[in-house]
């Protein structure tokens, strides 16, 4: 019998087929660009966006192609289907979600941010409720919301 541990690692670690949290940043990037460019958006955008070569950007968009996020032929512009938004829409709401919480606990708004993304892909839907709950909490309720943030800075202390 694995103790609970053991299991836990096991679930948690499962090696997920076409490197999943890799294409999560590259559909990410594409959704950025796409805004920021009035819909307009080539591989050789995402590879300066993630200082990566572009090589490298036409295998991940491929992927995305073929798992149905994307639109893309070769020397044309990238496009998201339908179903690509839809997951981009879900990765902004765990990214914002713990931005929002880790600022309402005194973060700087950088730092939340960067956090957020190294956490992101790895987040379960039901964390994210969480994370929300705990945030609205924290936000709606101010004596709480202080207390917390006061033992949060003096653990900080330590890494600063």
Known sequence: ???????????????????????????????EILRQRNGRVRPV????????????????????????????????????????????EKLKRRHDSLSRLFQTLGMDVMTAEVEAELMEHSLSDRSTLLFEALEQVLRENDEVGRLVRESVKSRMAVYE
């Open 1 to 31: 019998m694995l103790n609970p541990r053991i299991m836990a690692l096991m679930k948690a670690h499962k090696r997920e087929k076409g490197a999943v949290k890799l294409a999560e940043e590259y559909l990410e990037a594409v959704f």
């Open 45 to 88: 955008d995402v590879a300066r966006a993630l200082n990566v070569a572009p090589s490298t950007v036409k295998k991940v968009i491929i992927r995305l192609r073929e798992m149905g996020y994307v639109r893309y032929e070769p020397y044309k512009l990238l496009e998201l289907t339908d179903e690509g938004l839809a997951k981009v």
